[in-house]
């Protein structure tokens, strides 16, 4: 298959993509597109439309690719490119008996057309124009030395591969990255809040968004002091399943944070184990 022509509704939004390409496309690179607008992985907008698909399908197969979002308020966005050129970008915002169209082509160039003139609708131009630019540079993901070490922190501690994809390795990131922040090993400057079930952080799930969606995840190297800590705690917590690895957190962070009366049994004795460890 050479083309990708899907719509999805997502929040009382249409998305249209239609994408050529001089290559095959991939099943496994549609799937893991549908995967990531149906749940919601991203903010929908032409933005991230833009960079999941340039990221998951590559930018040097690319003919032709069009990008239609329908909002409920009565607006739509357009993008198309050619050869990875914006050839045509439009605009139409409908309010009451209020409207604006912004149209550009490579032809006719850029064309306005307002009924109201003294209304908000007239602040957006410039900046429609500003994003107009910033579309045609969007290329792939760029992944940050964050996501490259929490790549790399994972694959130490559990001696496994992540697949930020599967909810369970995604759960199973956070709590690692909530655990070994207690001993001083932190990626970022990680704020990690008790949620209904287990301690976790924006800034870990962002991480393993950008690394969902990237095809280049590099090699990084973990400093070998942080590395040496990273080994013996997850051997020590290799065994245990998702579940009781949330265990682990929660008493964790609530004993720390909320209720230091707060016991697990079998938590306790794990924290014991890895203090008693990381002590001789």
Not at 13 to 34: A, F, L, P, V
Not at 65 to 91: M, P, Q, W
Not at 128 to 144: A, H, P, S, Y
Request: aromatic residues 12%; proline residues 1%.
């Amino acid at each position: 298959m050479k083309e990708l022509n899907k719509c999805y509704l997502i929040d009382n939004k249409y998305i249209i993509i239609n994408y050529t390409s001089s290559k095959k496309i991939k099943y496994d690179s549609e799937k893991k597109i549908d995967r990531i607008i149906n749940d919601g992985y991203y903010k929908i907008n032409l933005e991230n439309i833009i960079l999941i698909v340039r990221s998951i399908l590559g930018m040097e197969n690319e003919n032709t690719f069009r990008v239609t979002i329908v909002y409920h308020e009565n607006i739509t966005d357009l993008v198309y490119f050619s050869k990875g050129k914006i050839v045509k970008y439009a605009k139409k915002v409908g309010n009451n008996s209020s409207y604006l169209d912004i149209l550009y082509t490579v032809k006719k160039g850029l064309n306005i057309n307002t009924n109201n003139k003294d209304s908000d609708f007239v602040d957006l131009i410039p900046n429609e124009v500003k994003r107009m630019n910033n579309l045609e540079n969007i290329k792939d993901i760029t992944l940050k030395k964050s996501d490259l070490l929490l790549y790399e922190i994972y694959k130490l501690f559990y001696c496994d591969t992540p697949n930020f994809f599967d909810n369970n390795d995604r759960i199973r990131a956070q709590v690692m990255m909530f655990i070994l922040s207690e001993y001083g090993i932190s990626i970022d400057t990680d704020i990690f809040s008790l949620s209904k079930d287990y301690p976790k952080s924006l800034k870990i799930n962002e991480s393993m968004n950008r690394l969902m969606i990237s095809n280049d995840i590099s090699k990084i190297n973990v400093r070998d002091y942080y590395k040496k800590d990273i080994i013996a705690i997850g051997k020590i917590l290799l065994n245990c399943n998702t579940d009781e690895l949330i265990d682990i957190a929660k008493y964790m962070y609530i004993s720390k944070y909320r209720d230091k009366n707060y016991m697990n049994d079998n938590a306790y004795r794990l924290v014991k184990k890895i203090n008693r460890n990381r002590n001789n």
